[in-house]
């Protein structure tokens, strides 16, 4: 009797999912705007996916066909999707597309995305639940899933459904929400269920500002910087951070936890200084005892110092996959990410540090002294090897090595620079 009753109130909160996307599209998206600008981010960025996930080697060396299979799962209104696609397309890369949603009405506008940019080609799309049909697509190299597990009835069944899916060097990345930069998110959604609010639609959003609106400033949620969907996001928005019925969110503890129950290790979070104390904290006191513990441990303890985190974006691969992300040796070629090299190693050279902010918070690092002239050397094709034969005169190799590695692992944890290795020829 109870599993039939679990059951019951699953199949019913997917409904209610279901009908909460077909109303209003997440994020909501406007096909035209493809020409004018291609949203990027995290997770789903190709050179992070290749960095964090492949070690820094070329992902189609390692399949027979040359080409790589991806799933976005729960894609909604195409972010993930036309972000790798197009990548793809930049990079040559031949990779199938599989998207997964669903919402007929967030795929409508996912597809006509696509066609805008006439990537149709190697997109293939699917109206369902990807917890039903992952494995029938797969196996994949890369499977995207941002802000989708955490909407499931059953999240661990989804991420074990996208595990079971996964080649064994595969990867994916995702994004679920996070506890503590929510502040006040589910003081308001438990507000709309103890005052048995409508149960959907126009008539719930309608209630929904009624309630946000009368809400005095001292409400955590006013009182909330961190998030601001239910500002700039439009209806869709508003909607999704306050008025969703199926929502949870994670603290870094249950993140690694729902992460190795699905057979998978946390490989990064974006952005792994967002998960470091020395962040945070300057006291030697404080340090000695935070950073000398186990990677989750020191990334808990992060979040709890932080307190802005309102999602955690990380990447993953099975438990047996032992890939680690590249270090910088000489063969490996350092690029940039995000960031224009030049402009960087301007700014570098007038201050001697670079000032990182994220969601609220700034943070200044001091660069070594040779940053400038390492940075303006990278043109995403050099090698370390070759970027030090550069110099003339040139350093002591030992001392170059270490400047740039003081300076890459400001950079790299900042999420501004990643390494690869060459193409084999
Ligand atoms: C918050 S939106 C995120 C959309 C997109 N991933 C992004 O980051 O822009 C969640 C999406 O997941 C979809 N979704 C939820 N559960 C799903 C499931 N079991 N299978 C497929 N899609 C699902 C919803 O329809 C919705 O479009």
């Known amino acids: 009797m109870p599993d039939n009753k679990n059951s019951a109130d699953a199949v019913q909160s997917s409904e209610k999912t279901r009908d909460q996307y077909e109303t209003y599209p997440y994020p909501a998206r406007d096909p035209e705007d493809e020409d004018k600008r291609l949203i990027s981010g995290s997770p789903g960025n190709w050179d992070e996916v290749v960095h964090y996930i492949f070690g820094g080697r070329d992902p189609s060396a390692q399949t027979k066909s040359g080409k790589i299979k991806i799933l976005v799962a729960g894609g909604g209104t195409g972010d993930a999707l036309v972000m790798l696609a197009q990548q793809a397309r930049d990079r040559k890369a031949k990779a199938d597309i599989i998207y997964i949603d669903l919402s007929e009405s967030s ?3 996912a597809e006509a995305r696509i066609k805008r940019r006439n990537l149709e080609k190697n997109v293939t799309f699917v109206t369902g639940s990807f917890v039903d049909l992952a494995s029938e697509y797969g196996p994949f190299d890369y499977i995207d899933c941002c802000g989708v597990l955490h909407h499931l009835p059953d999240p661990d069944a989804g991420l074990r459904a996208l595990a ?4 064994p060097n595969g990867g994916m990345g995702l994004m679920v929400y996070g506890e503590l930069g929510r502040q006040g998110v589910y003081h308001m959604q438990e507000m709309m269920e103890r ?7 126009a008539r719930r959003l309608h209630f929904g500002k009624a309630l946000f609106n009368s809400l005095p400033g001292t409400n955590w949620l006013k009182r909330n910087p961190f998030v601001g969907d ?5 209806d869709a928005g508003f909607y999704d951070l306050l008025l969703h019925q199926q929502d949870r969110a994670y603290r870094v503890d249950e993140v690694f936890d729902f992460v190795e129950k699905a057979g998978l290790r946390l490989q990064s979070f974006i952005e792994p200084m967002r998960y470091d104390p020395t962040t945070y904290c300057s006291r030697h006191d404080v340090l000695e005892k935070a950073v000398h513990v186990p990677f989750r441990e020191r990334s808990a303890l992060a979040e709890l110092m932080a307190g802005n985190i309102t999602k955690h974006i990380f990447y993953v691969v099975k438990a047996k996959n032992k ?3 590249p270090v910088p040796d000489e063969d490996t070629i350092p690029f940039f990410n995000r960031v224009d090299g030049p402009t960087l190693a301007r700014s570098v050279a ?10 609220g918070l700034s943070v200044t690092r001091t660069m070594p002294a040779a940053s400038p ?8 094709k050099r090698s370390i090897r070759q970027i030090y034969e550069m110099f003339d005169p040139r350093p002591e190799k030992f001392e170059f090595n270490a400047q740039f590695a003081v300076m890459y692992s400001v950079l790299n944890a900042a999420n501004l ?9």
């Open 230 to 234: 239910h500002i700039h996001g439009g």
């Open 107 to 109: 795929r409508e506008i």
């Open 373 to 380: 002239a390492i940075l303006s050397r990278i043109d995403g």
């Open 164 to 167: 079971d899916a996964l080649k």
């Open 350 to 359: 007038k201050s001697g540090n670079i000032k990182i902010t994220f969601t």
């Open 195 to 201: 005052l048995n609010a409508e149960a959907g639609g």
């Open 417 to 425: 620079m990643y390494l690869r290795y060459p193409k084999k020829k």
């Open 323 to 325: 890939i680690k992300a």
